[in-house]
């Protein structure tokens, strides 16, 4: 497959109006390359061209992991894990390839905390800290994919120079 790259900026993770659809890549300057080719391997999908995406090393976001500091397993996403795609549409395939992240917007923290509290509670096995993090240059792309539950809701679209040190973890909390 031929190389897939995006040259990397600034960018912020906002709510778009309306429905998802795909568009050319309007936020990221011309400073840096990252590659994409894993993000894209055998999807007849391009995951780089859907509304709002950019590089985010600005804002705070939140995720749930198993290790602290967060390991290359807490950044998993279900394609890695084996776990089947239930749909064939590219909004959905690039998704599933992507990890969910959270960003934080300050009185939203605690209701997030209070909800993943509660999904501890109901599910014991599942990860009990979170950790508020910011992106490194090259880690990825932030894709704005606010869902019912969480207004909030983004995918990290992982670049292939992806790794833990590329996570700023400001803060680990135990829920």
Known sequence: ???????????????????????????????????????HKDL?????????????????FARRVRDVPPSLNDFKSFYERKHPAQQSDCDY??????????????DDETALKSKWAELVAVKPRSPRVYCKFRLKTHAGVVWPTPSRDDANHCTLLKSDQFSPELIDCIETVTL
């Open 44 to 60: 007849p999908c391009d995951c780089l061209s859907a509304n709002g995406i950019a590089e985010n090393t600005t804002d705070t």
């Open 93 to 106: 395939l690039c998704k599933h390839r992507g990890v969910s992240i959270i960003k934080l917007n300050g």
């Open 1 to 39: 497959m031929k190389d897939i790259f995006i040259e990397a900026g600034l960018g912020t993770c906002y709510k778009p109006q309306g429905s998802f659809h795909l568009s050319p890549i309007k936020d990221i300057s011309l400073t840096r390359m990252m590659t994409f080719n894993a993000l």
